[in-house]
């Protein structure tokens, strides 16, 4: 997807804004070796202050971009620093589903998952020494009607306690998901298709 920017890319040093293994890898999976800079910024944006969740989960994605990028640019030649940066919820009708706090809570969101539809968002941020990028990405995940000793017995795993909704599409979370409307990639936190496109659009555009 990459090829026909791959030499302008390789002139960049990529940095992912996020701690986040899983993103990293998944960016590998593209082409991009790029280094991992858990960002600082502090989330405390009120998501009901937005528009919709599309603007709140992009504006979250920005502050994590722009602070890694306003840091490590200081010592960096700032034309070759490019940022990516991504937030990703989960959310059902008005209600957002974050990180659990606990295996009660846990528990509480996947037995309302259970059965139901939710939304996943993924707000991204390219920022580059031109300007900043941003698009949403959703898909529609649809849970499977589970019982208690199944949801309890996810929850002890502890594959959910450091997930958004309680959940993860990828490993033994995957099992609980019936359908999904949308980017798999999307769901695991960052959308390889629409980035792929949009980093191939800015490119050739500059």
């Known amino acids: 997807m990459l090829a026909p920017i791959q030499y302008l890319l390789s002139k960049k040093r990529i940095i992912l804004a996020s701690g986040s293994p899983r993103r990293q890898e998944l960016v590998k999976f593209i082409g991009l070796n790029a280094e991992l800079c858990p960002s600082y910024f502090e989330e405390m944006l009120n998501p009901y202050d937005f528009e919709n969740f599309s603007k709140f989960i992009e504006a979250t994605a920005l502050g994590k971009a722009e602070e890694v990028y306003n840091r490590l640019k200081i010592g960096d030649n700032q034309e070759d620093l490019l940022v990516i940066a991504a937030d990703t919820m989960v959310t059902m009708g008005s209600e957002i589903y974050g990180k659990p706090k606990d295996k009660t809570d846990a528990v509480r969101m ?12 993924t707000g991204v941020v390219i920022k580059h020494s031109k300007g900043v990028h941003k698009f949403t990405e959703t898909a529609d995940v649809y849970f499977g009607n589970l019982s208690k000793e199944q949801i309890n017995a996810y929850v002890e795993s502890g594959d959910p306690m450091d997930k958004a909704g309680a959940y993860g599409v990828q ?3 995957g099992a609980l998901i019936s359908r999904i409307d949308g980017d798999y990639y999307c769901v695991m936190g960052l959308p390889l298709h629409r980035l792929c496109c949009e980093l191939t659009n800015l490119f050739k555009t500059n």
């Open 110 to 121: 996947l037995t309302n998952l259970s059965g139901n539809c939710n939304r996943v968002f």
């Open 171 to 173: 490993g033994p979370g």
